[in-house]
Structures are given as structure tokens and as C-alpha cells.
């Protein structure tokens, strides 16, 4: 079993429509949690990090966790084209690195 | 420069061959890790520094991978004797981390590592 699950995809979404992106995780002793968005051809860079249960906003971003289902995710609003990218979930526990998921690819059609 | 520098941003060799990877980490940054990305996949755990020691090498495939970081700063990442299924791109990405682990990875843009 994978320490980080992630949905795949691909996933599709119109344009100004909400984007949904999933995570589980394996392990019980994970403390934080993070979005990194990974462009086509490009290096990873964060977009969102959650320590605590609920959801955190920041901007059209928000991220939920559950700990006690070990569920993450990510909603996008109001999708846009620019938004295409590879989403990739990633988690860190007691080990100071981080254990990623092998990414969601997004494409937003306009 | 302002961002995490790797070289070379391509590297093409035979199988059997040896290969360095460097990393010029982010001015300042304690924590540097290596990562590596196989097409379509998602990253894959090497190692990772804080200062120039190794905490954790747990992630290294095989004796083939080495690693090194002088100074706090610069790393470099060897390997030796590559095999095709050693063809990926390896990310380093750096950290403050001076009281923890953040989770904020700043990354460079990758070595293309291709073995034929």
C-alpha cells in the first residue's frame, strides 16, 4: 500500500466550475500536510499547507483535513485554464521529509 | 541567484557509466533534499541533509547512490554504475528549517538523468 494515494486522473473541469482533488494517507503519526502544484515540465512549488483539522482558505484555494478518516484535499473555485497542472499531495511525520502522492493531473477547459 | 540551481539540467550517458548531480542550494537554507521523478510519477524520497550531515539516507535505492553536501551548502549527488531504470529527473529542493521541519520545499528545476 502507498504511504500517499492520490486519484490519477485525469481530471477535467469547465472553466469557473470547482475542482476537487483527494488525498489519503497511511500513516496514523503524519502531523502536516501540504499541496504542491507541478506544471508540465516544470519543478514543484507549494501552494498550501494544513496542520489541524477543518479547512484553511487562501484565496480560490481551500484545504481540508480529516485526520481521523486520514483524508486531504484540495478545492479550486472558480477554475481557471491557468490552474492545468499536476497536484500533487504530500505529508510529513515524525521523519523531517516529506512523502508524496503521485499526483492528480488537472486540465481546466476553458 | 535567488533560487535552487542544478546542474546539469541534462545529462544523457551509457549504461555503466558514473554521473554527479549538483545542487546549489537556496542562501541561508540548512535543510536540502534529493528527490527523484520517473515520467508520470510522483516524487520519490532520496535523502536529505541538515547542514552536512545525512539524518536520513533511508531512501537511497541502492549502494550505487551517493550523497554529499560541503559547507551547508552545496551537494552533490553520485551515481555510480547507472542502469537504465536510473533514468528519471532528480529534484533538489532546499529549506530554512532552522527549528523544525517546515514542509515549505523550494525546488529546482531538475537534472534530466537519461541512460541508454
Known amino acids: 500500500q502507498k504511504e500517499v494515494e492520490q486519484n490519477s486522473g485525469p481530471l477535467s473541469v469547465p472553466e469557473g466550475a470547482i475542482a476537487s482533488l483527494n488525498c489519503t494517507y497511511s500513516?496514523?503519526?503524519?502531523?502536516?500536510f501540504f499541496w504542491y502544484r507541478q506544471y508540465s515540465g516544470k519543478s514543484p512549488e507549494l501552494i498550501m499547507s494544513?496542520?489541524?483539522?477543518g479547512d484553511k482558505e487562501d484565496g480560490r484555494f481551500t484545504a481540508q483535513l480529516n485526520k481521523a478518516s486520514q483524508y486531504v484535499s484540495l478545492l479550486i473555485r472558480d477554475s481557471q485554464p491557468s490552474d492545468s497542472a499536476t497536484y500533487l499531495c504530500?505529508?510529513?511525520?515524525?521523519?523531517?521529509?516529506?512523502?508524496f502522492g503521485s499526483g492528480t493531473q488537472l486540465t481546466v477547459l476553458p | 541567484g535567488a533560487g535552487v540551481s542544478q546542474s546539469p539540467s541534462n545529462k544523457v550517458t551509457e549504461k555503466g557509466k558514473d554521473v554527479e548531480l549538483r545542487c546549489d542550494p537556496i542562501?541561508?537554507?540548512?535543510?536540502l533534499y534529493w528527490y527523484r521523478q520517473s515520467l508520470g510519477q510522483g516524487l520519490e524520497f532520496l535523502i536529505y541533509?541538515?547542514?552536512?550531515?545525512?539524518?536520513?539516507k533511508s531512501g537511497l535505492p541502492s549502494d550505487r547512490f551517493s550523497a554529499e553536501r560541503t559547507g551547508g551548502s552545496v551537494s552533490t549527488l553520485t551515481i555510480q554504475r547507472t542502469q537504465q531504470e536510473d533514468s528519471a529527473v532528480y529534484l533538489c529542493?532546499?529549506?530554512?528549517?532552522?527549528?523544525?521541519?517546515?514542509?515549505?520545499?523550494?525546488f529546482g528545476e531538475g537534472s534530466r538523468l537519461t541512460v541508454l
Open positions: 529542493a532546499s529549506s530554512l528549517a532552522r527549528g523544525g521541519f517546515t514542509g515549505e520545499l523550494f
Open positions: 500513516d496514523r503519526g503524519s502531523q502536516s
Open positions: 494544513i496542520y489541524s483539522n
Open positions: 504530500a505529508c510529513s511525520g515524525s521523519a523531517r521529509q516529506l512523502t
Open positions: 542562501s541561508g537554507h540548512t535543510a
Open positions: 541533509f541538515q547542514g552536512n550531515s545525512a539524518p536520513d
